[in-house]
């Protein structure tokens, strides 16, 4: 297949300012010279959009990266589109705007494109990451709603900081309920998805309040079963002659997502952004001829994340 414009696809944000770039960077990478050089990669083979959080302890590594390329001047801030996430342990209103402020320190940036309730679950405020109790189990916080987490974003976009801002690892039922209560409507929301569990019924509830829905693991997180051995993309890729990534990463665009992958690999991450447009009938066989179902990732149970970045 020849190459078109699909890789270059943006989505309005129609409950935020601006757009989208569908095609998206992880920076989910444990070492910060890895994180470094793969989002400079990134950016350097097309990539528009990075994605990052406090959790991930590596937005400076990640602003190294940007400032790499922002100071070629090939590539200027206002063409990528930067999110950040807040914390579990920082879901109460009053340390909203303390996280928000750090993270665009660590970034250098003065505004963020997108922040991101990384998860509906509030930890122990505090500085420790993963709060646990004597038995190892999580400590949460019942003294905040996260309605009020919510509203203390809405603030962040109020101040100018913050272009858009969204949820993470959120279910259907809690949506409805921010969605209902929101002054300002959430503009993406991110989770997991891909072919094994491509989560049509939230997609749908998105399109019609105007959310981004952005495919995290678009490659099923590398795990087994493997998305990119299952037959159907297989035999998809080798009839449009692209490779079975390209195929999920292309499915993912042209239904409508925003996606995310990660790779610290260039030659992975130029094929990854090297995407083509699928014809009808692939489009239609992953929708009607894969059936299995597979979350690689349980964070949206617990807010505890499958994959624990290195500390400090
Ligand atoms: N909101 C949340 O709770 C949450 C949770 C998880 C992730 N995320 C975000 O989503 C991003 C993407 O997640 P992910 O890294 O799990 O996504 P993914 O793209 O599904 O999985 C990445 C895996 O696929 C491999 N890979 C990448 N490109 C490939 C290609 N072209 N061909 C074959 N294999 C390829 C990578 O291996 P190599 O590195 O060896 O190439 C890695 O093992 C993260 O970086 C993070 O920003 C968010």
């Known amino acids: 297949m020849t190459p078109d414009a699909l890789r270059y696809t943006r989505i309005p944000l129609a409950n ?136 203390a974003l809405e603030r962040l976009v109020d101040d100018g900081d913050c272009k858009s801002i969204g949820l993470s690892d ?35 509830f998105c399109r019609e309040h105007g959310i981004v829905l952005q495919a995290f693991a678009a490659l099923g997180h590398g795990m087994e079963p493997s998305v990119l051995e299952d037959p159907v993309i297989a035999a998809i890729a080798q009839r449009v002659q692209k490779t079975p990534a390209q195929v999920a990463l292309a499915w993912a665009v042209q239904r409508g997502t925003a996606f995310l992958t990660t790779s610290t690999k260039p030659p992975r991450i130029r094929e990854s952004f090297d995407l083509s447009t699928l014809p009808e009938d692939a489009m239609r066989e992953i929708r009607e001829h894969i059936f299995a179902n597979v979350r690689f990732n349980t964070v949206v149970e617990t807010g505890v994340p499958g994959f624990i970045p290195r500390t400090k």
């Open 16 to 151: 935020g300012s601006g757009e989208i770039p569908a095609v998206g960077f992880g920076t989910l990478i444990p070492d910060p010279v890895a994180t470094r050089q793969s989002a400079k990669t990134a950016l350097e083979v097309g990539f528009r959009q990075l994605d990052c959080a406090e959790r991930y302890r590596n937005e400076e590594a990640v602003a190294d990266a940007m400032l790499d390329v922002f100071r070629t001047g090939k590539i200027l801030r206002k063409d990528v589109f930067v999110t950040t996430k807040l914390w579990n342990t920082n879901h109460r209103p009053e340390r909203v705007r303390a996280a928000f402020d750090a993270s665009r320190r660590l970034l250098r940036l003065n505004y963020v494109d997108c922040y991101l309730i990384h998860t509906p679950f509030a930890f122990q405020p505090g500085d420790e990451q993963d709060p646990r109790d004597e038995r190892g189990r999580v400590i949460y916080d019942t003294g905040v709603t996260l309605v009020e987490t919510w509203q």
């Open 170 to 204: 959120i279910t259907l039922p809690k949506l409805r309920e921010i969605v209902a209560a929101a002054r300002i409507k959430p503009a993406v929301v991110q989770v997991e998805s891909h072919p094994y569990l491509p989560e049509w019924d939230l997609l749908d």
